[in-house]
Antibody, heavy 120, light 108 residues
């Protein structure tokens, strides 16, 4: 069974930093691309970042480019999101999500999410 | 960027009824790389349909997807109590991948 478990969310002041982690199990992690997607309270979904299986390809949404950094450690079956210069509009549930492995950018499994609140 | 517009915003139906949800793209979605997700309150999204019409693993046959180019639909043939949720379409043909704003299917 595919499982994705996020951690690291919490309350942070504007301008602060936070590092999210996602630990994967139930599949060969090193063979799949990974993503971070967020959902602001009561709002829709926004793809933030993508990292290929070997970290050779990385993409960011314009809204987080230059502030957020995605990385992964295949030996630890984990993907990370380093978030700097946080703003109030970064408040959201952050989901770790697996790429389908089909050579496209489809997301097939999601974690349960971790809540980030940016507030003074 | 491809903008996806879902309609209606809310669909009020009774169990057993048919639900038809629409997703319209601002430009053609390459290779019909259009997915549908279901999200229940407090839960993560679940993949229902990929490639516009291919059901994901373990998704019941009452869910079907159709369409191509710029116009896509998700049909739930007979609503079960567990189907009342928010549904999102997403294009994964090009970056940035974008979602529609969602259609809420609620109990009438």
């Amino acid at each position: 069974e595919v499982q994705l478990v996020e951690s690291g969310g919490g309350v942070v002041q504007p301008g602060g930093s936070l590092r999210l982690s996602c630990e994967a199990s139930g599949f060969t992690f090193s063979s799949y691309s990974m993503n971070w997607v967020r959902q602001a309270p009561g709002k829709g979904l926004e793809c933030l970042s993508f990292i290929s299986s070997s970290s050779t390809s990385i993409h960011y949404a314009d809204s987080v480019e230059g502030r957020f950094t995605i990385s992964r450690d295949n030996a630890k079956n984990s993907v990370y999101l380093q978030m700097n210069s946080l703003r109030a509009d970064d408040t959201a549930v952050y989901y770790c999500a697996r790429g389908s492995g089909g050579g496209d950018w489809l997301i097939d499994y999601w974690g349960q999410g971790t809540l980030v609140i940016v507030s003074s | 960027e491809i903008v996806l517009t879902q309609s209606p915003g809310t669909l009020s139906l009774s169990p057993g009824e048919r639900a038809t949800l629409s997703c319209r793209a601002s430009q053609s979605v390459g290779r019909n790389f259009l997915a549908w997700y279901q999200q229940k309150p407090g839960q993560a999204p679940r993949l229902l349909i990929s490639g516009a019409s291919r059901r994901a693993t373990a998704i019941p046959v009452r869910f079907s997807g159709g369409g191509s180019g710029t116009d896509f639909t998700l049909t739930i043939s007979r609503l079960e109590p567990e189907d009342f949720a928010v549904y999102y379409c997403q294009q994964y043909a090009e970056s940035p991948r974008t979602f529609g704003q969602g259609t809420k299917v609620e109990i009438k």
